[in-house]
């Protein structure tokens, strides 16, 4: 329904920064909400982050809460996750999502609330 490719990905020191971007294109009903998870070597896939394209409401997980922010920009259709204070547990393929499920609170929004799912970003971070 809508496609997205990540980028921005790499290899840092502990305590630096990265800036992950998804770009997006498709029905822009089918992107409503946007969203990162993030999937390290056998655990679960975890909720990072998401973001209205409306009203540029955010919410953000406590294990990353203070360190990494969500954006977007909309003339680009461009979604973004500054990554700062990066920690060696911070270490995990990332990916950008999107949903079609504007009625659902953001921070209440799990994977199967979304449709569109991008390849992923590796982001590797050294100590």
């Known amino acids: 329904q809508v496609q997205l490719v990540e980028s921005g990905g790499g290899l840092v020191q502990a305590g630096g920064s990265l800036r992950l971007s998804c770009a997006a294109s498709?029905?822009?009903?089918?992107?409503?909400?946007m969203g990162w998870f993030r999937q390290a070597p056998g655990k679960e896939r975890e909720f990072v982050a998401a973001?209205?394209?409306?009203?540029?409401?955010?919410y953000t997980a406590d294990s990353v809460k203070g360190r990494f922010t969500i954006s977007r920009d909309n003339a680009k259709n461009t979604v973004y996750l500054q990554m700062n204070s990066l920690k060696p547990e911070d270490t995990a393929v990332y990916y950008c999502?999107?949903?079609?499920?504007?009625?659902?609170?953001?921070?209440?929004?799990?994977?199967?609330?979304?449709?569109?799912w991008g390849q992923g970003t590796q982001v590797t971070v050294s100590s």
């Open positions: 498709g029905r822009t009903f089918s992107r409503s909400r």
């Open positions: 973001i209205s394209w409306s009203d540029e409401s955010t």
């Open positions: 999502a999107a949903s079609s499920r504007a009625w659902i609170t953001l921070a209440t929004m799990t994977q199967a609330d979304f449709g569109s």
